[in-house]
């Protein structure tokens, strides 16, 4: 639904399908890279926003991912991957930013559920060891049933009167701090997401709506997005909006396009003059 948000100083421009547009786009390459491993998919579950038990001052989110990539060629001794030292355990090394308390961490190969040795986290990385030699060419699931990562920085919050508006910004290289990636991956994958979000809140992502949230308790509700096209992480959009906010949409360009805004501050004027701004933009991109 929302491959791509403007958050204006009143309002938030959402496109549905304007992601189909972008990830036909030609796809970056960086020879420095070696394609050993190459992403294929997330799923992804992100709770917010939570505080810190310690500190009720600092903002955070929860996370949840199940990540499917592909081993191209044999990751072990011989690999740059692996060090002299442990060459008895084969190793992967993923992007973070300040993601922490990694809770049932697993790795699944043909169905096979195998045996992690050692997850190592630094301020921006996460290490993975397997208790053998090699890790095989293959499709791979990775599952990290738990995280936390701070809201600040990829996830940020703005004051939008009684309540706070959240929204993602991982555009160019921030997508670490909501989930693992592999060395700054420029690869297109595709995005299937959940939110939990606070009952009177609207979320928004990079995917549709698949149904009316469901409530959980008596403070949490959870929305479920479809699967979005293949793009690059740093196109992944999600936005949290609180219940002051309505929209208004138009279909003029053959994209659905959507303005959520403010309606105690912003007058229905205002956001039909930002709704056909953005359409104007639209018209120049297809």
């Given at each position: ?211 009316y949230p469901r409530k959980m308790d008596d ?68």
């Open positions: 639904m929302i491959p791509w948000l403007l958050l204006y100083l009143f309002g938030a421009v959402s496109s549905e399908d304007l992601h189909k547009l972008l990830s036909t786009l030609p796809q970056y390459s960086d020879s420095r890279i070696p394609p050993i491993l190459r992403p294929l998919s997330y799923d992804l579950q992100l709770q917010l926003p939570l505080s810190e038990v310690s500190d009720p001052d600092v903002p955070l989110f929860t996370g949840r991912c199940v990540m499917q990539y592909e081993i191209n060629q044999q990751i072990g001794p011989e690999s740059a991957f692996i060090s002299d030292s442990t060459s008895n355990r084969a190793k992967i090394k993923f992007d973070i930013i300040m993601l922490d308390h990694f809770e049932n961490v697993s790795l699944v190969y043909n169905g096979n559920e195998l045996e992690i040795f050692n997850v190592q986290l630094t301020d921006d990385s996460m290490e993975l060891s397997v208790d053998q030699p090699v890790l095989f060419p293959g499709r791979y699931t990775l599952t990290i049933h738990r995280y936390k990562g701070l809201i600040g920085s990829a996830i940020y919050y703005r004051d939008a009167g009684e309540h706070a508006v959240f929204g993602s910004h991982l555009f160019p290289n921030r997508a670490p701090a909501v989930f693992p990636t592999y060395l700054g991956s420029t690869e297109k994958v595709t995005f299937s997401i959940t939110m939990v979000h606070p009952i009177g809140t609207i979320a928004l992502t990079s995917g549709a709506s698949e149904s403070n949490w509700q959870m929305t479920t997005f479809s699967t979005t096209p293949s793009i690059t992480p740093s196109m992944l959009c999600f936005l949290l909006l609180p219940h002051e906010y309505t929209h208004i949409e138009s279909s003029y360009t053959g994209i659905n396009i959507s303005v959520h805004y403010n309606k105690f501050r912003v007058q229905k004027e205002q956001a039909r003059h930002l709704l056909h701004t953005a359409t104007q933009v639209l018209a120049l991109l297809k």
